[in-house]
């Protein structure tokens, strides 16, 4: 299927690893100019050595921590002066937190929501000039069905995540007069790095524990029967920030092998 994604500039936040990266993969693939953004460089280096390998496609690596409003201002600068404005921006920085009321710490809070609030917000803010000027701009903000209804002990993840989809429905509304839509993709359980670290100690007590066996265990509860795969979530990004998606805004879509319990 042809995206039309020709040369559109994106943005994508959390880009060197996990569901950044497998949306940088398929943008590239469909022919998007692909700026990663992370805070390690030496991952950001890899990983676009890895994007231009598997899509011949143009693709650079900025560091920034994007909690940090001038390192925001200066990316988005650095991918305009490159690549010649910013026509797609993925909210995807961030990881999983999760605890109760009585241990989140204030730290915790600040962490958390200095990532996934204030940096959407701040990438947002910093790139809606060359939205506009891009007449079909989109943004799409990672989030979890956990924003949706959560469960015991999520917080602050949960918390952050129902921020990221509120602010998704305000943005729709008031960027929809420049022709930008707002979306946000509601990712569930992932095959990941830190599940592999957790398979790692696991094995290591018992050798016979093999990775596969992880995964079975892990899709028990998933209606789907199975740990879903970075791309699945950044094949789904793609076709929403393209014009196959030209009338679709303002909503939140779960990928998450039909484990949520709302829609």
Known sequence: MNLSLNDKVAIITGGSDGIGKAAAISLAREGAK?????????????????????????????????????????MVSTVNAEFGGVDILINNAGTSSATTLEKMSNEDLKVDF???????????????????????????????????????????????????????????????????????????LLKSGQHRTRWETMNSKNPDYSLDDHWESMGKNIPLGRV??????????????SSKASYVTGTAINVDGGTAPVI
């Open 34 to 74: 692909v700026a990663i953004i992370a805070r390690n460089q030496e991952k950001i280096d890899l990983a676009v050595k890895e994007i231009k390998q598997i899509t011949n496609g143009s693709v650079i690596g900025i560091s920034a921590d994007v909690s940090v409003e001038s390192d925001v201002k200066d």
């Open 114 to 188: 200095g990532i996934k609030v204030y940096g959407a917000i701040y990438c947002a803010r910093a790139a809606l000039p060359y939205l506009k000027k891009s007449g079909n701009g989109v943004i799409l903000n990672t989030t979890t069905p956990g924003g949706k209804t959560s469960s015991p002990g999520t917080q602050p993840t949960s918390l952050s995540r129902a921020a990221g989809i509120s602010l998704t429905k305000s943005w729709a509304g008031e960027l929809a007069e420049f022709n930008i839509r707002v979306n946000t993709v509601c990712v569930g």
């Open 228 to 241: 879903g795969e970075a791309e699945e979530v950044g094949d789904v990004m793609c076709f929403l920030a």
